[in-house]
Structure formats: C-alpha cells, structure tokens
C-alpha cells in the first residue's frame, strides 16, 4: 500500500468534490443506452446519433452544475492542501464547460483540470499522466482521489497512490483497488499528515 507525501492531488468532481447529482440511468435512457458506461457507447454510434446524444449529456451536466452543491469540507481541503504547496487538480469525464461552471458557482480554485475534451478519459490513466506531465511531477508523486473505481483504475495505472472517496460506503471492487479509504474529504487531510489509512 502507497503512502507517500503528494506533489498534486487530483480530485474527479461528480460525487467527490460535489454531491452525486446525475441521475445516469435516465440520462441512459434518453439517449437510448440499456447498459454500460455512456462515453463509451458514444463510440459506437453514427455521427448524428452521437451528436444528439452529447446535446444530452451536455444538457444533463449543465443542471448539475447550476444545482451543484459541494460535499463537506472541500474549501478546507483545497486550502489545507494549498497552503502545503501541494498542487490540485480535476480529472473528470464531464465537459469543460460544466466543470467550469461549477468551480465559478462555489468559487473554488484549482491548479489544472482535465476533461473529456482533453483526450482520453478514466478509466485510461492519461488523464493522470497528462496533468503530472503538465506541472512535470512523477506520477508516483501524485495522488487520485474518487468516488467511482474508474478514478482508482485510472490512478493505479498511472502509478499514483489511489484514495478512494466511500463517502455510500460503495463498490466494493473500488475499495479493494484503492490504497486508502475514506468516508469523508477531511480524512484525507489525516492522511496526507500521517499515513493514516483504512
């Protein structure tokens, strides 16, 4: 299990730095998907299916991100680790556009964010490897913290320590993957100061 110090945390934002707000299973059901992860099956569709279906997508995340609201302690965090000189970021599958709404709603100030506009998304371990790349921090330097195991996925292939965001006591499969567990954001405060996990 991986314990070290961050250079950069990065956060994923739906369900992590905000409360889960997407009701994905209708938004399936309006493009027209029985099952499975959307952007994916994004790809196999024609182009004007795709089209109207990012229409969709983007309108859903567009009321998201007007009736945002922050999980506990996410300003304490983001400062917590500011005044450590360690770097934040966003890794998200969402836009640019709603992330950018969402940060501007709950003044929130992060270092670097990366979106499904940027290249490839998590569960790839690019979008780590991309903002490490950006700041020029080894990967093993950095550290992924989310609600979903795509982001536990998407960290440990790119070497970072992996934290895992419980906050529904959920996924077993992420919590099995992850290097640290926690039900709260302020507990990854302990960690960063102790090692504390699980």
């Known amino acids: 299990m991986k314990t070290t110090t961050p250079r950069i945390v990065i956060f994923d934002m739906d369900g992590t730095l905000t ?11 309006e493009i027209g998907i029985e099952s499975g992860t959307i952007l994916e099956a994004l790809e196999t569709m ?6 109207r279906a990012h229409e969709i997508i983007e309108d859903h995340e567009r009321i998201a991100a007007r009736d945002s609201e922050l999980q506990d ?12 000189g360690i770097r ?9 556009r709603s ?14 964010i990366h979106t499904r506009e940027d290249g490839p998304v998590k569960p790839s371990p ?27 996925q998407s960290g440990n292939a790119a070497g970072a320590t992996t ?16 290097d640290h567990v ?17």
């Open 163 to 178: 934290v895992f965001f419980a906050a529904d006591g959920s996924s077993p499969e992420a919590v099995e993957q992850a």
């Open 99 to 112: 992330v950018r709404a969402v940060l501007d709603k709950h003044h929130i100030h992060v270092d670097h």
């Open 126 to 152: 690019q979008p780590v490897l991309d903002i490490c790349k950006y700041f020029q921090i080894a990967p093993e330097s950095s550290w992924m913290v989310g609600d979903y195991v795509y982001d536990i």
């Open 182 to 198: 926690i039900r709260t954001l302020r507990e990854l405060l302990a960690i960063v100061n102790n090692g504390e996990s699980r």
């Open 73 to 84: 302690g996410v300003h304490e965090v983001l400062e917590f680790l500011r005044a450590g």
């Open 88 to 96: 934040t970021a966003i890794a998200t599958r969402n836009s640019r």
């Open 46 to 51: 024609a182009d004007d299916e795709r089209a």
């Open 19 to 29: 409360l889960p707000a997407i009701d994905f299973d209708r938004l399936r059901a």
